[in-house]
């Protein structure tokens, strides 16, 4: 199958899509809700029920499978969905398949949700090398499951040739969000401690790299990975979390802004606390963009009580994806909605939201 | 970064701002005519370390500012001529010219390339031998002998099909405009690093030796910056004014006498018109007659039709370091950087871009 | 605009170099600087090099920053 090539019979619904169904998403995503290939997945391990107020998800007997820890089993139900455009589909450290799985799960685990299942929308280009489509397949599938979540849902239509760009893809993800978790970025109140996961750009300036072919004596590596394991020891060691955001398009600044905007509080950050790769710092500064505004894909930003913050820390630098974590800055009274920035020299400026367009295509 | 994180120093930083605190408490009034130079001096937050009679004014000194309406409609109207590919720092893009702007040619069907190089532009006309490839000159004596070289390449490898479309000026001369035109108080000048790698700093001497206003060619990390601003307080405590070197890891005194001369063996002096300063004698950059055949002027008949100023936009003030942007009653209202009125705010080097991007609206 | 990060010289070829500006990797022109040597560290502007970096130069000035003393009320001039 792999000196093939994508064709539009391949999205008609007929047999040539019965045949990439089967021969390229089956054996990759897997699994018995998929596998049933009815027109929607009917999704075992979670109940309706009705109790004393609104109905709850509760789970039943049988546990969806996955190496992911203990499922909540009493909460709400989260749902959010992503469109993938990222040019060039393939990149230093990833690639629009790992992106797209890592996105939602990511969207879920911010508000404090167990990531369970995916469906994903693919659109191909005619003509799009089949051996293309099994790599991003492969990587969503390494993907899903290290996040630990299932792709239980597809569907794939082919456009003629020169409309999409070799793919896109367009993943929808559905977790749980357990009794007692409420995060929010409302919740901000002046004296919380900001932390940050990690050093910020990397995957803007892989992205980047490889689209205007910079080259770097050693590659830059987008930071793309699935954060919901590194949330669950973060919310673990913070009972008292306040919110968490991932900065991606628009950066760092852009979350930052948010983050004051809804809860009206300022948020001061320390430009020596922002761990940036020292190579990120220069292609950045080689092309006149500033670090906090380029998109991260593995990142977050946390917003804990003062007392819970060194707690925090040590625990996100325990985990992989959080050994650079830093605390960045804290929450202030006012202006409502300003971010600040302390800058190396002592100086201050103010960090605005990322105007207009920066890096097209990033994500 | 070698040879950059050395000069963000916070220790030294904090000397440094020590030292300028102990200067006499005499109201100043320093310019500097660089974009870059705003940039780092906001990018920094140096003037809240600064104290308050101790004032940074921003000058003339981004060159997609300066740049006149009327230049950028021909650049403009260039792109929509036939066969012909018009080649632009990025910069340009979203500048407002009398009615459109390249970005808006370029959506409408014409082909505008943004490149970072003459390199790219020469690139490109090689590529495309059928194509006429029209170089956007603007920049100062940093770009011009950039841009001088890239003909230079042309002539040497018989390339026909491209062209500079020159609108390039050099610094004293505006410095020379504003202090005659006397509408601030200019102490001092915080002098651009690599026009001067460039020029040297002769150049200045005029404005010391005439004018007695004290110059410091000036490097672009926080450090250089500073040291800058206390070298010119120096000068003024001790009651002399000269023309002095910062960035002396990178300017001499006599500066790149090469790429001097390749840039006028291209170009030629030529009245040239400064938003905001009007038409300024020998300010300009013409193309010389040997290489008449690389020239746009002459080798495109244009009308780009009357030029229209922006009504309300006080770019031409904010360049003369007469208003700050805040009291442009556009500024952060109708004039931001995702609507931009003028090209103080379009430019990522403009004095109200900068501002919005680093201090907010107040 | 005025990219100011110094670029090492890592290979010259006729009048282009490569260039390593704190670890990326360009090309650029030296049509300017002809007798720029690999090692050299120069200012890169629109994909020329303008000037070379005095290195000596620039230890100097750190070593300045290094030496200055703060202006004390001991001794304010």
């Known amino acids: 199958m792999s000196k093939e090539r994508v064709l539009l019979a391949h999205g008609s619904g007929g047999k040539l899509s019965e045949e990439l169904i089967r021969r390229v998403f089956v054996p990759a995503f897997g699994n018995p809700a998929l596998n049933r290939m009815d027109d929607s997945a ?19 007997a049988i546990l969806a499978r996955g190496p992911a820890g203990a499922r909540p089993s009493v909460g709400r139900l989260a749902l959010t969905t992503d469109c993938h455009v990222v040019k060039p589909l393939f990149f230093d450290g990833g690639d629009i398949g790992r992106l797209a799985v890592c996105g939602t799960v990511n969207d879920l685990a911010m508000v404090g949700a167990t990531p369970l299942y995916l469906a994903a929308g693919f659109v191909l280009e005619e003509g799009l090398p089949m051996e293309t489509l099994e790599r991003v397949v492969a990587s969503m599938r390494a993907a899903a499951e290290e996040a630990g979540v299932q792709i239980a849902a597809g569907d794939t239509k082919v456009v003629e040739q020169g409309k999409a760009d070799g793919l896109f893809i367009t993943t929808t993800g559905v ?7 409420d995060l929010s970025g409302s919740n901000a109140r002046p004296g919380d401690v900001v932390l940050l996961s990690g050093p910020i750009g990397d995957h803007g300036i892989a992205v980047l790299s490889r689209r205007e072919g910079l ?11 699935p954060l919901n394991h590194l949330v669950a020891v973060l919310l673990e060691a913070s009972p008292g979390l306040r919110a968490m955001r991932d900065p991606t398009r628009g950066g760092l600044a852009t979350t930052l802004n948010e983050l004051a905007a809804q809860s009206r509080v300022a948020i001061q950050v320390e430009e020596g606390r922002v761990p940036v790769r020292a190579s990120v710092r220069a292609a950045c500064e080689m092309l006149g963009y500033d670090p906090l505004y380029v998109a991260n894909e593995g990142k977050l930003v946390a917003i804990v009580p003062p007392d819970e913050a060194e707690r925090a820390l040590a625990a996100l630098r325990g985990t992989r994806y959080g050994e650079g974590a830093e605390m960045i800055g ?11 920035m ?7 400026r103010v960090v605005q939201m990322l105007m207009g367009e920066m890096l097209p295509r990033i994500c | 970064m070698r040879y950059v994180d050395e000069f963000r120093d916070s220790a030294a930083a904090a000397r440094l701002v020590e030292r300028i605190h102990r200067r006499p408490l ?36 981004c060159p997609v500012c300066v740049t006149a309406n009327r230049d950028v409609d021909w650049a403009i109207a260039l792109a929509h001529q036939p066969r012909t590919i018009l080649a632009t720092f990025g910069d340009m893009m979203k500048v407002p010219g009398s009615t459109s702007s390249l970005a808006r040619a370029r959506a409408e069907g014409c082909d505008v390339r943004v490149v970072y190089s003459t390199l790219d532009a020469l690139a490109i006309a090689r590529a495309n031998p059928d194509r006429r490839v029209v170089f956007f000159g603007i920049g100062f004596e940093t770009t011009a002998p950039t841009v001088a070289c ?14 500079v479309y020159s609108v390039h000026k050099v610094m004293p001369p505006p410095m020379k405009a504003l202090v005659d035109a006397e509408e601030i108080r200019i102490d001092g000048f915080i002098c651009p690093g690599h026009v001067s790698a460039i020029i040297g700093s002769e150049p200045y001497r005029f404005l010391a030796a005439d004018y007695g206003i004290p110059c410091v060619i000036a490097g672009f990390e926080p ?26 890891r990178v300017v001499r005194p006599e500066g790149n006498p090469l790429a001097r001369e390749q840039m006028y063996r291209v170009f030629q002096p030529s009245d040239a018109e400064w938003r905001g300063l009007g038409n300024i004698p020998g300010s300009g950059l013409e193309i010389r007659e040997e290489y008449a055949h690389f020239d746009a002027r002459r080798a495109f008949d244009i009308d780009p039709g009357p030029t229209r100023e922006h009504a309300g936009c006080r770019c031409g003030e904010v360049l003369r370091g007469v208003v700050e942007p805040p009291q442009c009653p556009l500024y952060g209202r109708v004039c931001t950087p995702e609507n931009p009125v003028g090209p103080c705010m379009v430019s990522s080097e403009g004095t109200c871009s900068t501002w919005f991007q680093f201090a907010g609206v107040e | 605009m005025c990219l100011a990060v110094p670029a090492r010289i890592t290979s010259i070829e006729g009048k282009r170099a490569t260039v390593d500006m704190a670890g990326v990797v360009r090309e650029a022109s030296i049509m300017m600087l002809p007798d720029a040597k690999i090692g050299d560290y120069v200012i890169i502007h629109a994909g020329y090099a303008i000037e070379r970096l005095d290195e000596d130069e620039a230890l100097r000035t750190i070593e300045l920053f290094k030496q200055m003393e703060a202006l004390g009320p001991e001794n304010r001039p």
């Open chain 2, 150 to 163: 890239s003909i230079l390449e042309a002539e040497q490898n018989g390339l026909d099909n491209y062209f």
């Open chain 1, 330 to 340: 804290s929450v202030l009274p006012g202006p409502p909605g300003r971010v600040l």
């Open chain 2, 26 to 61: 005499v109201p100043v009034n320093l310019m500097e005519v660089c974009g870059t130079h705003t940039v780092a001096i906001f990018r920094h937050g140096i003037r809240q370390l600064l104290p308050d009679h101790v004032t940074l004014v921003s000058g003339p000194g």
């Open chain 1, 215 to 225: 080259e770097f004596g050693v590659p830059v590596a987008s930071d793309v990975a």
């Open chain 2, 223 to 248: 450090l250089d910056v500073l040291q800058a601003v206390d070298m010119l307080l120096a000068m003024r405590a001790e009651g002399r004014a000269g023309v002095e070197i910062q960035y002396s």
């Open chain 1, 175 to 181: 977790g749980i969000v357990p009794e007692g978790i």
């Open chain 1, 342 to 348: 302390r800058t190396r020299i002592g100086g201050t």
């Open chain 1, 42 to 60: 009917v999704l075992d391990g979670y109940r309706m029920a009705a109790s004393s107020g609104a109905p709850q998800l509760i789970e039943s």
